[in-house]
């Protein structure tokens, strides 16, 4: 992850991963077939992107402790230099995105508990989907910072939170 | 647009593009100093990422075509391979983020009239964010087609806009 920080996925080489760590690259082909296996491992149980999930009493709080801990990994160094590189060429490699889509299927396993705990307090409409509800969330990081470009303000996450779980739409 | 859906951005060039254009590259040169300019021109104003502002007469209606022009353009070639292709290179390229970011303000500018005309007609809460909404909805169709590989079903447009227009948290 730090040579995929400092060099971009397209000169992450499975050598110099080997250099890196002090191995003979046959010691990592034994256990992975390629850089994008690899890497699939790495972030899926790397510590830089690692989640805990939050369990504040509440699912608003769960929730908007989910999204700070996203503004944070793709927008504080190194964690984002790893993300943004890691999912920017996931985008364009389908064998990269074969990866990451564990990464993905990992993370929202452990985001459940946090939906499961909401259910139980009745805090959460029955047909609810956690998937859409973190895509949305997520997305909206990715987006804002990514793909615009601009900080994240402080109120961010309560603003995206507040907006999936109350609505927009006026009150009539 | 052609040579990026085909190569990928790394090996897009401005003498490629001169080359299938027909014409001298000093010509292409003289408008764009780069090719992240060039493709941040074309993606901006070229016909295979345009985008209409729907009008049907209601915001969850508008809302909705809008997420599924988003779901088609992320999904169906050639026009996803052209925006997963330009948005995935941005994510790890600060010189074409920077041209990619026009064509999202663009955008947004052209989303506008959507926002302004539900206001008018008081459909939309006083603090309602617009880009805050095309980021979640934007960003939700993304991570699920492009992070999680999955496929969008149909009513996923649907959900997606009832959940920021009426939010998830149970009824009290």
């Keep these: 992850m730090e040579l995929l920080a400092e060099h971009g996925y397209e000169r992450l080489t499975v050598e110099g991963v080997a250099e890196r760590a002090g191995?003979?690259?046959?010691?990592?082909?034994?256990?992975?077939?390629?850089?994008?296996?690899?890497?699939?491992?790495?972030?899926?149980?790397?510590?830089?992107?690692?989640l805990t999930a939050p369990d504040t009493g509440t699912l608003q709080g769960d929730l908007t402790e989910l999204v700070r801990s996203l503004v944070r990994l793709l927008t504080l160094p190194p964690a984002s230099d790893i993300a943004v590189a890691a999912l920017g060429a996931a985008a364009g490699n389908p064998e990269l995105a074969g990866h990451t889509r564990g990464f993905f299927a990992d993370r929202l396993a452990r985001e459940l508990p946090v939906f499961e705990r909401a259910a139980a307090r009745g805090e959460l409409s029955p047909d609810?989907?956690?998937?859409?509800?973190?895509?949305?969330?997520?997305?909206?990081?990715?987006?804002r910072a990514v793909?615009?470009?601009?900080?994240?303000?402080?109120?961010?996450?309560?603003?995206?939170?507040?907006?999936?779980?109350?609505?927009?739409?006026?009150?009539?």
Tied chains: 1, 2.
């Design 147 to 172: 793909f615009r470009g601009l900080p994240i303000e402080d109120d961010f996450p309560e603003h995206a939170v507040s907006t999936v779980l109350h609505g927009i739409a006026r009150r009539r």
């Design 128 to 143: 609810a989907d956690p998937m859409l509800l973190m895509d949305l969330l997520a997305g909206a990081v990715w987006a």
């Design 23 to 50: 191995v003979n690259k046959t010691t990592i082909y034994r256990w992975w077939p390629s850089k994008a296996a690899l890497l699939g491992a790495a972030l899926t149980c790397g510590a830089p992107l690692d």
